[in-house]
């Protein structure tokens, strides 16, 4: 199943019924009066957060979606039926905009979440409505209400507890791959990963959701490689790991590359917890490994935790160190609703 993040849709909610201009006509009833029915109402145009979906490549094949019109009403005070209401599913975490794509309409963060982009028009009153003492025989009746019809950007920001972050081969997707079960792609060339990929890591019987990104480099806030674009899908994380691959010459370049990328794509990454790790230590000699984890540490103002995939080194301590920070995290999320 392809990726796709972004799209723009098309929705109309549906116009309401007319009212019916309708009079009794009985045997010997000589004064029937009116008994035209109301309209029935247009349908609504809903979006939902379902769980099970982690792309909107759904909407790449419909780009148009409309309520039902509502049935006219009719005689004998019947009411016609309402539209059929129409509704988005999209996955959670999903952004809704104006066309402008920078108006916010609704954030669907939860799953279940649902949300009115479009009331349907009202039904218009039958004759029956306007009876009165001095008018007992109106011979009119209201159309319905047309629907609202608007242009609106779907956005996709996955819901990740912990996203990783790195030059391209820092090794991102090989540990995204050795502590889950994702199976991203993993070559030894740049930009091997398009698109981002989630997996579940558990550490001491605690699940928490990993989300690798396609590896930034420098001027990527300017578009440039594949630019910063992805960067919104670990917005949400709690923590974020750093990894820089110690096939790196200057590792300390590399590490303020990223962190520059970082700080220009601002929003919910700035001031992020950061877990600076040196991946793919296994091809260093122990004089090259010091070195590099000393350059790194003063890059960084921490002490580098050091991985390699390939021969497991370090991979259960990032794991816990990860969880630590998600599960305090958590904690103070709990304590701040309690709060409230």
Same mark, same amino acid.
């Given at each position: 199943?392809?990726?796709?993040?972004?799209?723009?849709?098309?929705?109309?909610?549906?116009?309401?019924?007319?009212?019916?201009?309708?009079?009794?006509?009985?045997?010997?009833?000589?004064?029937?009066? &009116?008994?035209?029915?109301?309209?029935?109402?247009?349908?609504?145009?809903?979006?939902?957060?379902?769980?099970?979906?982690?792309?909107?490549?759904?909407?790449?094949? $419909?780009?148009?979606?409309?309520?039902?019109?509502?049935?006219?009403?009719?005689?004998?005070?019947?009411?016609?039926?309402?539209?059929?209401?129409?509704?988005?599913?999209?996955?959670?975490?999903? %952004?809704?905009?104006?066309?402008? *794509?920078?108006?916010?309409?609704?954030?669907?963060?939860?799953?279940? %979440?649902?949300?009115?982009?479009?009331?349907?028009?009202?039904?218009?009153?039958?004759?029956?409505?306007?009876?009165?003492?001095?008018? $007992?025989?109106?011979?009119?009746?209201? &159309?319905?209400?047309?629907?609202?019809?608007?242009?609106?950007?779907?956005?996709?920001?996955? !819901?990740?507890?912990?996203?990783?972050?790195?030059?391209?081969?820092?090794?991102?997707?090989?540990?995204?791959?050795?502590?889950?079960?994702?199976?991203?792609? !993993? *070559?030894?060339? &740049?930009?091997?990963?398009?698109?981002?990929?989630?997996?579940?890591?558990?550490?001491?019987?605690?699940?928490?959701?990993?989300? /690798?990104?396609?590896?930034?480099?420098?001027?990527?806030?300017?578009?440039?490689?594949?630019?910063?674009?992805?960067?919104?899908?670990?917005?949400?994380?709690?923590?974020?790991?750093?990894?820089?691959?110690? %096939?790196?010459?200057?590792? *300390?370049?590399?590490?303020?590359?990223?962190?520059?990328?970082?700080?220009?794509?601002?929003?919910?990454?700035?001031?992020?917890?950061?877990?600076?790790?040196?991946?793919?230590?296994?091809?260093? /000699?122990?004089?090259?490994?010091?070195?590099?984890?000393?350059?790194?540490?003063?890059?960084?103002?921490?002490?580098?935790?050091?991985?390699?995939? !390939?021969?497991?080194?370090?991979?259960?301590?990032?794991?816990?160190?990860?969880?630590?920070? !998600?599960?305090?995290?958590?904690?103070?999320?709990?304590?701040?609703?309690?709060? /409230?």
């Amino acid at each position: 199943m392809k990726f796709l993040d972004e799209t723009k849709v098309y929705i109309r909610s549906g116009d309401g019924g007319a009212g019916a201009v309708s009079f009794r006509r009985e045997k010997f009833i000589e004064f029937g009066g &009116p008994d035209g029915g109301d309209g029935g109402r247009g349908g609504d145009v809903w979006v939902e957060a379902v769980n099970g979906l982690n792309t909107l490549i759904d909407f790449r094949f $419909q780009q148009h979606f409309k309520g039902g019109t509502g049935i006219h009403g009719m005689g004998r005070n019947r009411t016609g039926a309402g539209g059929a209401d129409v509704t988005l599913k999209v996955p959670v975490g999903t %952004q809704i905009f104006e066309e402008d *794509a920078e108006t916010l309409i609704v954030d669907m963060i939860t799953e279940g %979440q649902r949300f009115r982009l479009a009331a349907g028009g009202n039904g218009g009153f039958g004759n029956t409505h306007f009876k009165s003492a001095t008018n $007992q025989a109106p011979n009119w009746a209201n &159309p319905g209400l047309e629907g609202e019809e608007k242009t609106i950007w779907l956005r996709l920001k996955l !819901i990740a507890d912990a996203g990783l972050v790195g030059l391209p081969n820092a090794g991102k997707s090989t540990f995204l791959a050795t502590v889950t079960r994702a199976r991203p792609k !993993i *070559a030894n060339y &740049p930009f091997t990963t398009l698109h981002p990929n989630l997996g579940v890591a558990t550490i001491d019987g605690r699940e928490f959701i990993l989300a /690798d990104i396609p590896g930034l480099i420098e001027g990527a806030h300017d578009g440039i490689g594949l630019g910063d674009r992805f960067l919104g899908h670990v917005e949400r994380t709690r923590v974020l790991l750093h990894l820089v691959s110690a %096939q790196e010459e200057d590792v *300390a370049k590399a590490y303020k590359t990223v962190k520059h990328e970082l700080e220009a794509y601002g929003g919910e990454l700035t001031g992020k917890p950061e877990i600076v790790a040196l991946s793919q230590i296994d091809i260093l /000699d122990p004089a090259e490994l010091k070195k590099k984890t000393k350059a790194l540490a003063k890059a960084c103002g921490q002490t580098p935790m050091q991985l390699s995939a !390939i021969v497991g080194v370090g991979m259960t301590d990032a794991l816990r160190a990860l969880r630590d920070i !998600i599960v305090r995290a958590q904690t103070a999320g709990d304590i701040a609703e309690d709060d /409230d």
